[in-house]
């Protein structure tokens, strides 16, 4: 059921649901961070594994922290790095003990344990903080689902031990088990027990099919507690914020908005628009004749189009600017209908207009 609600971090509080733009090396990308402020970004994630191996968490914390390093006044997020550190399989080995990997910038060898990472974490200085966990890939067979959520569950406690700034910085578990009900449940009550501040809903949107996603959802987030944040990991298409907050979820990340920009790709109140296409050459409208962003109030399509064409960086930070205000703003709009109990009302018009029906509500078209 879709909530409205706030979360109080020493940064600011942040209204939810709420999408949050991707920071990965304590930027995101072309954008400066009194854009983020001016579009209304309250919160920003920051990778641990990156700001790990570049330029080294003890760098930062000699500037005083992730805030500071990046003159971000706004909340901050850091994931703990696993999905990166997952994703290295020629270069990794777990153990119960934790991952040894090979950086991927250098080859150098490096460990992360729940200990590691809560150190890194610490160090960073992020409001938001996330436990270590394994990220197990789809499709997996249910007995290595099995030994991976113990593996999670027992790293989930162990970062609660070693975290050393816990009213400073909110630890959220994450809610492991792959597509199977009886673990996800196992893993949820596992973590609730546990205490924690927050909690996320992980191993989805890594290519299962978006209905599974979403029955899993519905599945897991009534099993977490009513009174806390619940974030699920790594989505940020238009259909999949509207089908997340439907079900519960409170909190959304992804590189989507800024990835696509950069390939010249736009978000807009009727679609997807790839502004390189010759089409648009000679086209004076603004990206989104519906959008009052900056970008939009201010430049053409054909403009952009030659600018990234001609491979100007300006192109892609307009591209960027918009897309990510055009997620914001989608999202303060369904604040506003959560607030004025008629969610299910936006939620079709939004999907009429941007070209969705009932029969391909969460696909892409």
């Not at 009194?34 to 930062?60: D, Q």
């Not at 970062?159 to 196992?186: M, N, S, T, W």
């Not at 989507?256 to 109140?269: D, H, M, Q, Y």
């Not at 960086?313 to 004025?340: C, D, P, S, W």
Request: with cysteine; glycine share 8%.
């Amino acid at each position: 059921m879709a909530r409205r609600g706030r979360v109080h971090t020493p940064h600011g509080t942040i209204e939810t649901p709420v999408f949050m733009p991707v920071g990965t090396q304590a930027t995101v990308k072309t954008m400066a961070p009194w854009e983020l402020a001016e579009i209304g970004a309250g919160i920003i994630l920051s990778n641990t594994y990156h700001l790990h191996l570049r330029p080294g968490e003890e760098l930062v914390r000699a500037a005083g922290g992730l805030h500071s390093f990046m003159q971000w006044n706004g909340a901050i997020l850091t994931d703990s790095g696993g999905f990166q550190v997952f994703s290295l399989s020629d270069l990794r080995k777990i153990t119960d003990e934790g991952v040894q990997f090979r950086s991927h910038l250098d080859g150098s060898p490096r460990f992360f344990s729940p200990e590691t990472v809560m150190q890194i974490e610490n160090a960073l200085g992020a409001d938001i903080i996330m436990a270590f966990d394994e990220c197990p890939p789809y499709p997996a067979s249910r007995e290595y689902l099995e030994v991976s959520l113990r593996r999670t569950l027992d790293w989930a406690k162990r970062c609660k031990a070693a975290h050393a700034r816990p009213e400073e910085q909110a630890l959220f578990g994450i809610v492991q088990g792959g597509e199977y009900r009886d673990l996800r449940k196992a893993a949820a009550e596992a973590l609730v027990d546990m205490d924690l501040p927050g909690y996320a809903v992980g191993g989805l949107s890594v290519g299962e099919p978006k209905p599974l996603m979403y029955d899993i959802l519905e599945f897991t987030t009534p099993l977490l507690p009513v009174d806390k944040p619940r974030y699920l990991m790594g989505v940020g298409s238009p259909d999949d914020l509207f089908e997340g907050v439907e079900r519960g979820i409170d909190m959304f990340d992804c590189v989507l908005p800024t990835r696509i920009a950069r390939n010249g790709t736009v978000l807009t109140s009727h679609g997807k628009l790839v502004i390189r296409n010759a089409t648009y050459a000679n086209d004076m409208r603004p990206l989104d004749e519906d959008c009052d962003c900056r970008v939009c109030r201010t430049f053409t399509r054909a403009y952009i189009r030659h600018l990234i064409k001609a491979e100007e960086v300006l192109g892609i930070r307009l591209t960027t600017y918009h897309n990510l205000y055009f997620l914001l703003k989608t999202m303060e709009r369904i604040r506003e209908a959560i607030e004025q109990n008629r969610f299910p009302e936006y939620k079709q018009e939004f999907y009429e207009r941007y070209g969705y029906n009932d029969r391909n509500a969460g696909k892409e078209v």
